[in-house]
């Protein structure tokens, strides 16, 4: 497949997505959870956890863990899982640096202990989940990775261990855009996010967390020992004291950037938004033609790359691609339902898959991705140890935030940990910088990496930026 440029759209095409459904197929379910109350009253914490996603819920349920009896309480300005975990494809990977090559590229002396803590902290998603009996379709099939351009053949090392050929990945799964590719079996697990988000909450709640939804933080302070958070629910604005407070809003802005004392918070992300397509149900016939394994997701070598997999109920999720950011950091409601992106990637998956033609997609969503300079987590720290955030997974963060939460945690210990005494917690990459120069340099960067997809060779941009430590991706 040579996706670089998208043919003109058919009527087919157009007709297999337009009826669906606009909502994240995760959430369309009538086992979605029925909201929690708001904040009612004025309280005190020794822990206030802000975000209902998973680095917030990670953070809260290990916590407890941790400490048994500790007052926590986790508070979400809308719904639990409603932004990044309920929206994304569902791949639980155990890579915390976006992938080998990035991570040997910024922390070639950590990488080895990178990589060995990332499956560490898959086998413990998979442990938790086993535990709490979260039914969230967890399977650990790992991960197919192909090349469907023949420059991206190299990647893979023709002749090396674990290289495949195009006969060996279409007998994983079947597609004539296939050349070649590679396969990780261990590293990567499929679930349904929201699931996992839900039996999360409901395992913190188990061991005595208090969740808040639609209860929204509008401050921090310093107050004696601790801080003082002013927390705004539909009913009034509530004042919560607490010992220590950890911050897990990703893609929204983080409060301490209100500040100038911690204004660098304002830069060290920006938002971009991330699309998907979900087809109707496969019949077992038609899965068992293409030789898919439902355990094992699927992603493209390009930049712009496409990810797939199918669901617990025989769909094919297809996302990725486009990245788009929008001027000045915005988030708004009509940048969700991009047209352009969907029959574009309605069109890549009809090349992908001709022998699914006539196949309907029932459902379309996107959600928003908290993007860093360094393509992964990285944390910050206010009011000393009282206060800590990480964000930027980059779109790899269904396992990244649980070691993200049990880092957030050991700083706010003051623990000495293998964790933090890694590079790439101790220091924070450069932040994006201000508009106008952030748009500019966003366009520059996704137009190189789509010319690079398409001709393989990376220009002159893309190496300055290398050398400045400096990237843009989803």
């Known amino acids: 497949m040579n996706p670089t440029t998208t043919p003109p759209a058919s009527s087919a095409t157009v007709a297999s997505w337009k009826a669906s459904r606009f909502d994240p197929l995760w959430l369309d379910t009538d086992q979605r959870p029925q909201p929690r109350e708001s904040l009612q009253a004025d309280t005190s914490t020794d822990l206030l956890v802000v975000g209902g996603g998973f680095a917030g819920l990670w953070t809260a349920l290990r916590a407890a863990e941790r400490k048994p009896g500790r007052r926590i309480l986790l508070v979400e300005a809308d719904r639990l899982a409603e932004h990044a975990t309920g929206r994304n494809g569902g791949f639980c990977e ?52 192909v090349a469907t351009r023949e420059h991206e053949i190299e990647y893979f090392k023709p002749g090396s261990e674990g290289f495949l050929d195009a006969e060996a990945v279409r007998s994983m799964v079947d597609s004539p855009t296939y050349l070649a590719g590679g396969y990780d079996p261990i590293g990567c697990a499929v679930l349904d996010p929201a699931r996992l988000a839900w039996g999360l909450a409901d395992a913190c709640e188990s061991l005595g967390v208090q969740i808040a939804e639609h209860s929204r933080l509008e401050s921090v302070a310093e107050e004696g020992d601790g801080v003082v958070a002013v927390i705004s629910t539909p009913e009034g604005h509530r004042k919560v004291t607490a010992q220590k407070l950890a911050i897990a809003t990703n893609a929204f802005p983080n409060p301490l950037g209100k500040s100038l004392r911690h204004l660098r918070a304002r830069y060290d992300t920006v938002p971009v938004f991330d699309y998907v397509l979900a087809t109707e149900p496969l019949t077992e016939e038609q899965l068992a033609e293409m030789g898919w394994d439902p355990s094992i997701g699927v992603a493209d070598a390009g930049n712009q790359f496409h990810y797939y997999r199918v669901t617990p109920d025989r769909r094919i999720l297809w996302g990725g691609y486009d990245v788009i950011y929008h001027f000045g950091r915005a988030v708004k409601p009509g940048h969700y339902d991009r047209a352009e992106t969907f029959q574009k990637l309605a069109e890549h998956f009809a090349e992908t898959f001709p022998q699914l033609e006539g196949i309907r997609f029932t459902h379309r969503w996107s959600g928003v991705i908290d993007t860093s300079t360094q393509f992964c987590a990285m944390f910050g720290r206010a009011y000393g140890d009282r206060v800590v955030y990480a964000t930027g997974f980059t779109g790899l963060g269904v396992a990244a935030t649980r070691f993200a939460a049990d880092t957030m945690l050991d700083l706010l210990a003051g623990e000495d940990t293998e964790r933090t005494g890694l590079e790439m917690v101790r220091k924070k990459p450069l932040p994006f910088p201000p508009e106008p120069i952030a748009w500019v340099g966003i366009k520059l960067t996704t137009w190189a990496r789509a010319r690079e997809d398409a001709t393989g060779k990376r220009n002159l941009w893309l190496k300055t930026m290398d050398k400045l430590g400096l990237g843009f991706d989803s």
């Open 94 to 145: 155990a890579s915390l640096t976006h992938g080998e090559e990035n991570g040997k590229q910024r922390w070639p002396d950590e990488y080895e202990t990178l990589h060995r803590l990332g499956l560490e902290n898959l086998d413990g998603i998979e442990q938790t989940v086993q535990k709490y009996g979260i039914e969230c379709g967890f399977a650990r099939g790992g991960v197919l990775n």
